[in-house]
């Protein structure tokens, strides 16, 4: 698969674009006409720029507004468009898109239309281009992509065909599927772009919530089987419009981009599910290595200079320490088959945070091979002599996730921190899922990433509200529901008073029995607001006595037509806090009702520690 970008996705100058697309692997470029026109550089000094970064120029655009016009109109457009294959020959890129007019046209005929077209394919065979015709979904006339393709049909020249992008056929619901019936030498462009399902007019959709495949709702990997089976072979580029990724540093929207790319030719060769057939396709369509879900989620590494806090915190949950490693500046606390690794934070990251996961998986080596063919970099480890081998490598927020090998007994690795210190309360049984802060700028490349390293499942993302604003969750989980990570975008603009909802939740068979041994031992809940059980006992008909309970232990309760779930959670320390959750039934959610009330009584709590509120 050929791979380019638009350098629309990525923010900075036009060079800067350039070293990002070439650094990230991508074989070629979309060249974005406002990029160009404040770039200092000549059209020819691009050209070069781009050969000595080992790029292809494979597209100048857009052009705008042309067909379906009055004769005036037509002139001085067929004019413009000789004027811009005249830069096309100095920057040496061979085609041109051409979006479906949304201004000007004065007619839908598609003869109209097409003998026009005809007139542009005239003037640009004396410039030696192409022109790549493109339905625009908010076009006056020509809408879709089987319009495009029969006005390209009329027109009957070689130097008319086809654009198809994949936002615009998808947004509009429109079937891909007769995408098999275009010559595959008429289609001279392929755009991808994935997107959030919304229900928003489509041209505001399409300008700032675009997203890489692999990070949104649309199904490409159906939509690239038709395109391989008509034997096109040309570029596969991305034009993503996307307020985050221009705001980003280019290199790493740069390499989330040849992640998505990489993702999706595997999912166009599993939906073409064997080799391509049809026309003689000729597009390349690789698997990634396949890797079974993980056996268990055998650490979560917290990192903070509060270490003191936590083992407090740890201990009053029922956790047995195991002391340091014999070699690392690390310890180890254990309950059940949930292991928590304290370390010293990073350099100038003093607040306690979520570093990292180690997973069981049937063959590491396979896990970290797919991992490199995402384009995740590894993680260097030193090893002490006789250290379980781990492999792993970093998610776009700076986390890690460590490989070990390994199915239900606990990783040799334990035995590096000593024997546990007393006796285990067989109260906690695993990790049951992680709720991970994202930047803004590294949100949806998370999502992709566990998507695509790890070959998690994504659910519908939700909003939460929050007293600093809406809160968006994304939901990602292995097929077999060991691992489960929710993924918090921080609201814009919240500034210092956003809450950072970084926290472990630790499954128990009996949460309110854990709940009473930890008061035991000192522990006090994140405090729930009576109203919040006032209005539990109004939504669900529940048991008096378990109400009390609940109430008593500032235990959280939810319940769907599966089952029931009771979970509290502990006071935050810095941008840290644990949860505990019992699943009654087949209950497979997160408790997302009780979500906003958890962020409004850490937010209370916050403040009044500041001693903002009396």
């Known amino acids: 698969m050929r791979t380019s970008i638009a350098t629309v996705c990525l923010s900075g100058t036009l060079d800067e ?56 109109l037509l002139e001085q457009n067929l004019r413009r468009a000789a004027a811009k294959f005249a830069l096309m020959n100095r920057l040496g890129i061979d085609t041109m898109l051409l979006c479906s007019n949304v201004a000007t046209a004065r007619s839908g005929d598609e003869q109209l239309a097409a003998a026009q077209l005809r007139q542009l394919g005239d003037v640009a065979d004396r410039f030696g281009v192409r022109v ?19 006005v390209v049909r009329l027109a009957d020249h070689p130097r008319i065909g086809l654009c198809l992008d994949s936002f615009h056929i998808l947004s509009r619901g429109h079937n891909p599927e007769a995408i ?41 990997g159906t939509f690239m089987a038709h395109l391989v089976r008509t034997g096109y072979d040309g570029p596969v580029s991305l034009e993503i419009f996307n307020d985050t990724f221009r705001q980003a540093h280019p290199l790493a929207t740069a390499i989330d981009a040849r992640r998505s790319l990489r993702w999706l030719e595997h999912e166009t060769a599993a939906a073409l599910g064997a080799p391509a057939g049809g026309r003689a396709a ?30 407090r915190l740890l201990a009053q949950l029922g956790f047995r320490p195991h002391g340091e490693h014999r070699t690392k ?15 010293a934070p990073e350099s100038g990251r003093a607040q306690p945070t979520v570093a990292g996961i180690g997973l069981s998986v049937g063959d590491p080596s396979l896990a970290l091979r797919r991992a490199r063919e995402l384009f995740a970099p590894e993680v260097p480890r030193a090893e002490g002599e006789g250290d379980e081998p781990l492999v792993g490598v970093s998610a776009p927020d700076g986390s890690e996730v460590f490989f070990g090998a390994g199915r239900g007994a606990a990783p040799r690795w334990v035995g590096e921190f000593g024997a546990p210190d007393g006796d285990d309360a067989g109260m906690i049984e695993r990790v049951d899922h992680l709720n991970l802060a994202q930047p803004w700028q590294h949100f949806d490349a998370a999502v992709l990433f566990f998507h695509s390293v790890l070959d998690l499942r994504t659910e519908a993302s939700v909003e939460v509200a929050a007293p600093v604003g809406l809160v968006r969750s994304q939901v990602l989980h292995s097929p077999n529901d060991v691992l489960r990570i929710a993924l918090n ?50 939504r669900y008909q529940i048991d008096p006595a378990l109400l009390d309970d ?65």
């Open 17 to 72: 674009k350039l070293v990002a697309a070439s650094t990230a692997g991508f074989d070629g470029v979309e060249i974005f006409e406002p990029d160009l026109i404040a770039s200092p550089r000549s059209p020819e000094e691009i050209r070069d720029r781009a050969s000595e970064l080992g790029l292809t120029l494979d597209l100048y655009q857009p052009f705008r507004d042309f067909e379906g016009v009055g004769p005036e």
């Open 489 to 538: 975008l921080v609201p814009s603009g919240a500034g210092d008073d956003a809450i950072l909802p970084q926290h472990i939740a630790f499954a128990t068979p009996d949460v309110l029995e854990l709940a009473r041994a930890a008061r035991a031992r000192g522990f006090r809940p994140l405090d729930i607001p009576s109203n919040y059980y006032d209005d539990i006992e109004a």
């Open 132 to 150: 790549a015709y493109e339905a625009l979904a908010w076009g006056r006339f020509v809408d879709s992509y089987e319009a495009a393709a029969r």
């Open 329 to 343: 500046p690390v310890e180890l606390w254990t309950h059940g088959a949930a292991r928590v690794v304290l370390g």
């Open 180 to 220: 098999e019936t275009i010559p595959a030498e008429k289609i001279f462009f392929v755009q991808m772009a994935d997107a959030p399902l919304l229900s928003l007019d489509v041209l505001s959709w399409s300008r700032h919530h675009r997203l890489f495949p692999g990070e949104g709702g649309f199904d490409l």
């Open 282 to 311: 000729r597009m390349s369509t690789a698997s990634l290595p396949a890797v079974d879900p993980p056996a268990d989620v055998n650490y979560v590494e917290l990192r903070t200079g509060e270490v003191g806090e936590l083992r």
């Open 550 to 614: 609940l109430r008593e232990l500032n235990v959280m309760y939810d319940r769907d037509e599966a089952g029931e779930f009771l979970h509290f959670y502990t006071h935050p320390i810095g941008t840290v806090f644990l949860e505990v959750v019992e699943r009654r039934g087949a209950y497979a959610g997160y408790g997302a009702l009780n979500a906003p009330v958890r962020l409004a009584a850490q937010y209370q709590h916050r403040r009044a520690g500041e001693g903002v509120l009396a």
